[in-house]
């Protein structure tokens, strides 16, 4: 089955710099990956996806890459901001409406 | 509108006991899932409903976990016997037919004593 690397389990960047995670796929026929964000005490919310057939999306301050051929997909986060502090995880699908396998999480804190 | 809500947002129990998890999903999403997310993890995967049916319970991890959605809205997590390793937050998510994006509930948090 699938398996999602996520990298760092743990982030910390100044408010305004940029914040970048990264994670890993195994399963070349996952096409479908979806980024969620998840604060103390509550269910994961969606912030952005991407499909195989697009390389990079961006909606304002958040973007994600990925890179089929290499098998890695990868958040970033620009102009951070305290309420971008929060746990981020990626993760993957096949087509788009199967499970997900998720990564293990990154804590994202902002320092202010 | 409403979002994925569940009941109870805690339960606690003891161990041997039976438990039932409840998830309301988003009015008009046919597609249901269920996830269970330990501390300091990702959510893992435990079952999949399309309709009334479950298109995968792949992820369920033992004959004492059992997820019914009778009419096709509302689903129930059923776990007999619970250990103290069942202790999790039980995420529900739902799915509009034809779209990709899951929509996360709260969760329940289940403490086995």
């Known amino acids: 089955g699938e398996n999602v690397e996520q990298h760092p389990s743990t982030l910390s960047v100044q408010e305004g710099d940029s914040a970048v995670i990264k994670c890993t796929y195994s399963?070349?026929?996952?096409?479908?990956f979806p980024w969620y964000k998840q604060e103390l005490g509550k269910g994961p919310q969606l912030i952005i996806d991407i499909r195989s057939n697009v390389g990079e999306k961006k909606d304002q301050r958040i973007a994600v890459t990925l890179n089929k051929t290499a098998k890695h997909f990868s958040l970033h986060i620009t102009e951070t901001q305290p309420e971008d502090s929060a746990v981020y995880f990626c993760?993957?699908?096949?087509?788009?409406?199967?499970?997900?396998?998720f990564g293990t999480g990154t804590r994202l804190t902002i320092i202010p | 509108g409403a979002g994925v809500s569940q009941t109870p947002s805690n339960k606690v129990t003891e161990k041997g006991k039976y438990v039932e998890l409840r998830c309301d999903p988003i009015s008009g999403h046919t597609a249901l899932y269920w996830y269970r997310q330990s501390l300091g993890q990702g959510p893992e995967f435990l079952i999949y409903f399309q309709g009334t049916g479950a298109a995968d319970d792949s992820g369920l991890p033992n004959d004492r976990f059992f997820a019914v959605r009778p009419e096709g809205s509302v689903s129930t997590l059923k776990i007999q016997r619970t250990e103290r390793g069942d202790s999790a937050v039980y995420l529900c998510?739902?799915?509009?037919?034809?779209?990709?994006?899951?929509?996360f509930g709260p969760g329940t948090r289940l403490t086995v004593l």
């Open positions: 399963d070349s026929a996952s096409n479908y």
């Open positions: 998510a739902s799915r509009s037919g034809g779209a990709d994006t899951q929509y």
């Open positions: 993760a993957a699908s096949r087509f788009g409406n199967e499970k997900l396998t």
